[in-house]
């Protein structure tokens, strides 16, 4: 089923507040410190003025109550893909799915503003799908996310992966409650898509930068591109992918087996899915998460 989402947010005021403010970064405005939501972490503080901080803060605890639900109450690793329009994040998921175990049963909620072409891709490839159109909004939020869920069967699914509408602004304030948000850029954007975006680096905690067996047809400097991001956000990690022939992905599931493997926080003898295996674990709650390394294909 697809979803469709014309009518107006009745908080749409203060959000259009909040995207000024983000646009005041491309106008040369400092963006002050991370205001990031990152979950396993605790940046919650919101330094804006109050409009702002009861919009994000809302959303984020909207946000928190999905993870609480679907990661902690149902057992999945969800992993949220961002990025503009054509840098690759559905080629890079379908390689994903591709790689994955037999016995790991995956999710996706597809964010577009029109139409299903994704949506069916990832069918294709055995996947279950919800498939949310946004309309005229360009991010997903907690809301959309719900809608996608009610047509999944969480207690048959290991891995629930979003896919975001293809946007390199909007979605930076809107957390959907994901252990990794993976932000993809491609060498087709130019090598400075990078400092073009920084808050939205700033929210998520993994690069790929994709295409890179074009780079140089393109004329972008993948080294640039990487530097770029360390200025942004030091301890990222930045995985250099052809998701288009593979290349490079199989670092980056290997980052998200390990990222859901680390996040997991069941108590005592319950049992947690994690990346299509069940596994105990013992102790009550982390928020541990793997080594951060910046990996080259």
Known sequence: MTYNHFH???????????????????????????????????????????????ILAQFAE?????????????????????????????RLIERLIERAPEDETIGVIVGDVAGE????????????????NTGKECHLDPEFVERGLSELDLEALDTLYIENVGNMVCPADFPLGAQARVLVVSTTEGDDVVRKHPLLFQTCDATVINKTDIADAVGSDLDLMESDVGDISPEMPVFRTDAEHGNGVEDLRTFLNKRGHAHAHDHEGDVSKVAGHEQGHDGGHTHEHGEQTHTHD
Not at 9 to 31: F, K, Y
Not at 62 to 90: C, I, M, N, S
Request: proline share 3%.
């Open 8 to 54: 107006d947010n009745p908080l749409q005021n203060r959000i259009e507040h909040t995207i000024d403010r983000l646009l005041d970064v491309g106008r040369g405005v400092p963006i002050g410190p991370l205001r990031a939501h990152r979950f396993g972490h605790d940046d919650h503080d919101h330094d804006g003025d109050d409009a702002e901080a009861d």
């Open 62 to 90: 909207q946000a928190e109550d999905l993870h609480e639900r679907v990661v902690h109450e149902h057992g999945l690793f969800v992993a949220e893909f961002l990025g503009a329009t054509g840098a690759g994040k559905t």
């Open 117 to 132: 072409d994704d949506a069916t891709r990832f069918r294709e490839r055995g996947a279950q799908v919800a498939n949310v």
